[in-house]
């Protein structure tokens, strides 16, 4: 992902549940620590997914991962995530946390299928509607 794709990456994030920012996404770019792919449909030549996230010394944090809905049900989600557990095994993570809705049950399908484990909550996290976040993990290394 580069600064030029923000604008196709904000089409799809405004789609999403609890949507960050335009500022918060641009602010991304200026993380030493960063990493964000994008996922590119050939024959529509637009981006439809993406992935970001960080890593501090040996532990990675997967920030933000979403489809474009009319591309959803494709596997694009399970691909990005692949990939990009691939890349923090090289980076020499050792171990990868995320968080999710508790009610979003295809959100954390998609992480257990990937190795993910549920590490534990955060009561009321999340804002608009007020509700629970899932802790997860895997270890990489």
Same mark, same amino acid.
């Given at each position: 992902m580069t !600064? /030029?794709?923000?604008? /196709?990456v904000i089409r799809i994030e405004q789609t999403t549940e609890? !949507?960050? $920012?335009a500022k918060l996404f641009a602010s991304e770019f200026e993380l030493t620590n960063g990493w964000r792919f994008v996922f590119q449909d050939e024959a529509a030549a637009k981006i439809v997914g993406f992935i970001i996230g960080t890593i501090t010394i040996d532990e990675a944090e997967i920030r933000k991962i979403a489809v474009a809905p009319e591309f959803r049900q494709r596997k694009i989600a399970s691909f990005l995530? &692949? /990939? $990009?557990? *691939?890349?923090? @095994? /090289?980076? @020499? *993570?050792a171990s990868c946390f995320l968080e999710l809705r508790k009610s979003n049950r295809a959100a954390f399908g998609l992480y257990e299928k990937h190795g993910f484990k @549920? *590490? &534990?909550e955060r009561k009321k996290y999340y804002k608009n509607p007020v509700e629970d976040a899932l802790i997860m993990h895997k270890n990489i290394g």
């Open positions: !600064p /030029e794709d923000l604008d /196709e609890s !949507p960050w $920012s995530l &692949g /990939e $990009s557990l *691939a890349f923090l @095994k /090289e980076q @020499k *993570a @549920k *590490a &534990g």
